[in-house]
């Protein structure tokens, strides 16, 4: 360990020079990936083929202690698949996207103040010599739990102590006893917790949710969920879609629209390119009409829409770090209901709604001082990271709640069926 006068020593030697060249923003330079006083987060190296790349793989329990200083809360570990996307395009044919993919990362602004720089600084002094990361994190007083996450033996299901109570957000083991204890069982002896939800189960929706069993027949439920399994998509995807399939009525036609798809978000799907200039999604090229689509198209769909909606994160896939798929389910029918931008704002402004309405312990019990976001009419890494945490302390069922009492206060709520669709979602 470095003695403390041999840090603020070193800091003073290399001070002008650090702060001149301080990165407000990450960004890739000739060492790797730098931020603040030009501490490199993740260096460069290179590839069995001699090409730049940023060393992430190996390297994450680095990489987040030192964002979760510069940052002074943890960073969901969400970050290192898009810096890792970074990376790949850093020495594939297009390095210019590099920067673009760090970018969307959504990391923020760091700003050029003495204590923030000194700390970043002495993190990436400890670290380099051998500190534990671990107890880096735990001795600045923030949360290891990214860390956690990188372990196999990691469960995001492990129950956490309820929202309200004393040490809520916290982990605690399952069986426990009295007030304070996060874990109860119902009759069947399933676990239950946080505010009396089971926590990160995904549901198997053999058949269609009641509020829509007399709009779509059994048969074409199973015929969408035999499409599912030939997609391979994660059992919680599965479930976020067959959601969307069931709200918007499967099948059946109204007017241009099947099963939610539009002829706008099929031909801009249709259109979709990758940086070379070949379609993204090749096998909804012969659908001239959403009722062209045959069950695994409307797969294929939905996935291109929500990669439009969800471009400042990573695409479909971001609905995933949610960490519980019914809230998963329920910002995606929002997307889905009330567009892009629109369900966007509603889902930031239901963040803000119960943020808001959060005591300063609550707060603290996050992890970190959390304040309403900023309405960007789009969702990626802040806002998402910012439910995930609020998922896992606790918030998920005060979010559903928030989500569909904002939806209650649009204007398509009055056509047939639109409550009990905003309800089901709670």
Known sequence: MIPFDTLTSAWRAERARRLARHAHLPRIGESGLALGPMVVVAKRAGDRWGASMLAIDGYESRILPLLAVAYWRPVRPLVIDQLRRASKALCGRNPALAPILVAQAGLGRIDADERTAFRLFAA???????????????????????????????????????????GGGQWTSEGGNGADSASMENDEGTVMVAEGKEAGTTPDLKTVPGYRVQAISQGDWDKFRNALDAAGLPPEQKYIYLEIFAAEGGLVHDGSTVAGITQQALDSAKSATNIYGEPLYPDLAAAATPGDLTPRQFVTAYG????????????????????????????????????????????????????????????QQLGYAMQPIEGTHQLGYPTLGTIADMVQGGYADRLRSAIADLRDEQPYVQLPGERSRNDHFR
């Open 124 to 166: 990436e002094k400890l670290l380099d010599v051998g500190a534990a990361p671990r107890e880096l994190m735990k001795g600045l007083g923030l949360d290891p739990w990214p860390l956690d996450a990188l372990s196999k033996d990691y469960d995001p299901d492990q129950p956490r102590v309820p929202a309200g109570q004393t």
């Open 304 to 363: 291109a829409y929500f990669d439009a909606a969800l471009h400042a994160a990573s695409g479909a896939d971001a609905l995933l770090s949610v960490g519980d798929p019914r809230t998963a389910a329920a910002i995606a029918d929002t997307l889905f209901r009330s567009g892009a931008n629109g369900g966007a704002a509603i889902v930031q402004n239901a963040v803000s709604d119960v943020i808001g309405g959060l005591t300063p312990q609550e707060r």
